[in-house]
């Protein structure tokens, strides 16, 4: 990747204009939505359908417009970039990661075994993925609106299929189908306001999730090009993960001998309490009324708890963010971070269920980023895959990581610590793409290729 130069120290001003919602803005709560995957099979037909999406895809200066009842993000695949014929130059100077595409990093991203892109959902991790749709609303009404105006955007061009339709929508209390309070922790992005959610972490810089600002080494993205396609454009990695609700209720059931102990151990293996509240601020039991507190609940450190007696280093927030807790070492925490759009799917599993209903339930989780190696790729491979970053060898992430069966939990106490065996896979993999968001602008030079000579890949 060609990306460097252009040291600037001022705060720059984020064209929210030109970037697509999906990018700044969180989800309405409540939400419910679509997403749609488009396959191209004719160039001229799927710009023509680009033209006429253009005018319904939402810019971030307009998330919080109350009559904006329904709104669409669009990003494209690699092999959309092709059906479109962008040019070869363009394509070529695109990131590595993004033009091999996810599932052919499956094995640095250890999407293996179960998980493995052999397993996964048609149409992912194949050449008929091209563009992904993100289509939220408030209600099934609006959903319905902006449905029909995506569809008639290529209801009379006979080369562009839908070739994958999931609905999603909230659950009681904004929880994960693990009963989890979710979307609660996010980078602050500098020069985007409003703030993603109350707690007291430095700003990080723009050019870390947005193309065309200086990121936090100073430097200003210089691929993909030509600069047109790449201003206030980013990066989207797309996962689709199945939650095994049951099977996460019995490991608890089967490891704790009361209600109240299971439910530490949730909290243990998540960092947090259900409720929200960070074990590091209530480690013996739930704080309700801090889990509720969107200042509150994100306003924590690791700094008095570098033994991991409150939080084990090995939970799943304090791995994937270690905040503070690697400060002795040489990695940069902050050039890790991205934005998550998680949304969840599928009926609840009833209170007290032990046995797996064969609901498909779990989460899409769009990971945004401009530099997806430094960023998903990096925290998934080392930091969720692995233990090696906080020694505890292959031991991987208690909740998301890849374990058949063997997965090992360990968690730091006084006089001795507990290591919990057995482990199985909670999450699976249903599938997964890189994408790529472009701005507003970026979007019709795409609709206007070919028209244009002038329009050519050079800078
Ligand atoms: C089914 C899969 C997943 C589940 C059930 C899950 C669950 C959660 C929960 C409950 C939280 C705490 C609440 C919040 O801040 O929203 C959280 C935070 C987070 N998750 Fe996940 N997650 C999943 C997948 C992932 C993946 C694949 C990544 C990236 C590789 C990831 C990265 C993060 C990050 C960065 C945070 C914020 C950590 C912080 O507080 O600083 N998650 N997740």
Not at 225 to 242: C, D, M, S, Y
Request: hydrophobic residues 40%; proline residues 7%.
């Amino acid at each position: 990747m060609a990306d460097t130069t252009t040291l600037t120290t001022h705060v720059p001003t984020l064209e929210v204009s030109d970037i697509q919602a999906t990018v700044l803005r969180p989800r309405p709560s409540p939400y419910l939505g679509q997403y749609v995957i488009l396959r191209i099979d004719d160039a001229a037909q799927g710009r023509e359908m680009l033209r006429r999406m253009i005018p319904h895809v939402a810019p971030a200066d307009e998330w919080w417009v109350p009559s904006l009842a329904g709104w669409l993000g669009i990003a494209f695949t690699f092999e959309g970039l092709k059906a479109l014929e962008l040019p070869q130059a363009s394509l070529d100077s695109f990131p590595i990661e993004f033009k091999q595409g996810m599932a052919a990093r499956a094995a640095i991203l250890h999407d293996v075994g179960g998980n493995a892109p052999a397993n996964w959902e048609y149409p992912f991790g194949t050449t008929d993925a091209h563009i992904a749709l993100a289509i939220y609303a408030q209600n099934e009404q609006d959903l319905q609106r902006v449905l029909e105006l995506a569809r008639r955007t290529h209801h009379d061009l006979a080369q562009i299929s839908v070739v994958y339709r999931m609905p999603f929508g909230e659950l009681p209390e904004g929880r994960n189908p693990f009963g989890f309070k979710d979307g609660l922790h996010n980078p602050q992005i500098e020069g985007s306001a409003p703030a993603a959610h109350g707690g007291s972490d430095a700003p990080i810089k723009a050019g870390e999730f947005v193309m065309g600002y200086p990121d936090q080494l100073g430097e200003t993205a210089q691929a993909p090009i030509p600069a047109e396609l790449r201003q206030n454009g980013t990066f989207v990695a797309l996962r689709k993960f199945h939650m095994d609700v049951a099977a996460f209720r019995r490991y608890l059931r089967e490891q704790a001998s009361s209600s109240e102990e299971e439910e530490l151990l949730a909290a243990k293996m998540v960092g947090r309490w259900r409720s929200g509240a960070p074990l590091v601020l209530a480690p013996d039991r739930d704080d309700p009324a801090l889990g509720a507190d969107a200042k509150g609940n994100n306003d924590f450190s690791y700094a008095d708890d570098r033994k991991g007696l409150k939080c084990p280093f090995s939970a799943h927030v304090r791995r994937v963010n270690p905040r503070d807790a690697l400060k002795d070492d040489i990695v940069d925490v902050d050039s890790h971070r991205f934005i998550r759009r998680g949304t969840n799917y599928g009926p609840p599993l009833p209170e007290g269920v032990l046995e797996d209903d064969g609901a498909e339930r779990g989460g899409v989780f769009l990971l945004i980023g401009a530099h997806q190696r430094q960023q998903f790729e990096f925290v998934q491979s080392q930091w969720v895959a692995d233990g090696n970053f906080i020694s505890h060898g292959t031991e991987q992430d208690p909740l998301i990581g890849n374990n058949e069966g063997d997965g090992v939990f360990t968690i730091p106490k006084v006089p001795v610590r507990r290591r919990l065996h057995g482990l199985p896979r909670f999450v699976a993999v249903r599938g997964g793409e890189y994408c790529f968001m472009p701005g507003l602008r970026a979007l019709r030079w795409l609709a206007g290729l070919g028209e244009d000579a002038e329009q050519t890949a050079s800078h």
